[in-house]
């Protein structure tokens, strides 16, 4: 190799170099942000507890702003990069909510069939109109049973542990669930 040919021969290595490194960095830099398919492990301790996650399982996958996850935490992920680790702790409000003591209802035993099995803290699945419910048992009376229709883990501050695995363009745009809303009585 001649001496002229080597900084030709550097010229086009930095080239190289600097071409790799680029699409490393735009790689790197997908956010989180609405309309991204994220895939995320996470871990959600309560109470000192683990009680969910997804560590050495299936990512969880969801389109950023499409309402699939608890508004509270899809908040706190918002410019996250994929590698990026973030413990992020909820206040009930920002979580399931506060406990709502009027989810409290008393249900007619008749409703349940055999109540020979049925003991508080137990939780039962059920319908309402048409719609899958769950609700922990309260308390057994002679004619009722009091039913907590409260999310579990209402009440509750829930501490996660969460990486971004990938980030992605998502197929579709993200959509809010939408609720039902009551029939109109005429």
Known sequence: ????????????????????????????????ENGKLVKMNYTLTVDGAVVDSSVNKTPLEFVHGGGQIIPGLEEQIVGLKVGEKK???????????????????????KAFGDVSQLKVGMTVNGQNGGRPVQAKVVSIGSKDITLDF???????????????????KASTPPTVPQTAEPEKKR
């Open 1 to 32: 190799m001649n001496a002229s040919s080597r900084p030709q021969n550097f010229c086009s290595l930095w080239l190289v170099l600097s071409v790799v490194f680029l699409s490393m960095g735009c790689q790197n830099n997908k956010v989180v």
């Open 87 to 109: 413990h992020i702790t909820l206040a009930p409000e920002n979580g399931y909510g506060a406990i709502n003591p009027k989810a409290q209802q008393k249900v007619p035993k």
């Open 150 to 168: 409260n999310h579990p883990l209402a009440g509750k501050t829930l501490d996660f542990d969460i990486e971004i695995m990938a980030i992605e």
